[in-house]
C-alpha cells in the first residue's frame, strides 16, 4: 500500500480493475439501450409533448429550434451528444444555465421519445 495524504490507498488488482472496467461498460450500454427502446407515449401524449418542445423548448431554442438563448436542437447539433446526455438535461436542468429542469413536467421515457424526434429533424 502507498500512503496518499491521509488515505492508504492500495492498488487494484487486474480482476478488480477488470471487474470495474465492465461495470462501467455495461451501465453504458444500458443506458443507451434504455433511450433507444423506450416505449413511446399515447397518441395524445405525443401532441401533447410536441406542442410543449415547439412552445416552451421553442421559447429558448428558437420556434424553429435553430437556437436563440439556447443551442439549436437540430440533428446536426445533436449529433455529439449521447442519448442519455440530452435526456439528463431535458430532465434534470443543466446548472448554472438558463436550462430548467423539466422533471415535473415530463418522464425520462418522453424525453428519450422527444430525443428520438429530435434526431428525426421532426
Do not use: N
Not at 33 to 54: F, G, K, N
Request: charged fraction near 20%; proline fraction near 9%.
Amino acid at each position: 500500500m502507498r500512503a496518499r495524504g491521509l488515505w492508504m490507498v492500495r492498488p487494484l488488482s487486474a480482476v478488480a480493475f477488470a471487474t470495474m472496467a465492465m461495470a462501467a461498460a455495461m451501465a453504458t450500454v444500458a443506458a443507451g439501450w434504455a433511450a433507444d427502446h423506450a416505449v413511446a407515449p399515447p397518441a395524445p401524449r405525443q401532441s401533447e409533448l410536441l406542442y410543449l418542445l415547439r412552445q416552451d423548448c421553442g421559447s429558448c431554442h428558437g420556434l424553429t429550434l435553430k437556437g436563440g438563448l439556447g443551442p439549436p436542437l437540430l440533428p446536426e447539433a445533436l449529433a455529439a451528444r449521447s442519448d442519455e446526455d440530452l435526456v439528463a438535461a431535458i430532465v434534470e436542468g443543466r446548472p448554472g444555465t438558463p436550462m430548467p429542469p423539466w422533471g415535473f413536467e415530463i418522464s425520462r421515457d418522453e424525453a428519450a421519445w422527444l430525443v428520438r424526434r429530435l434526431r428525426e429533424g421532426l
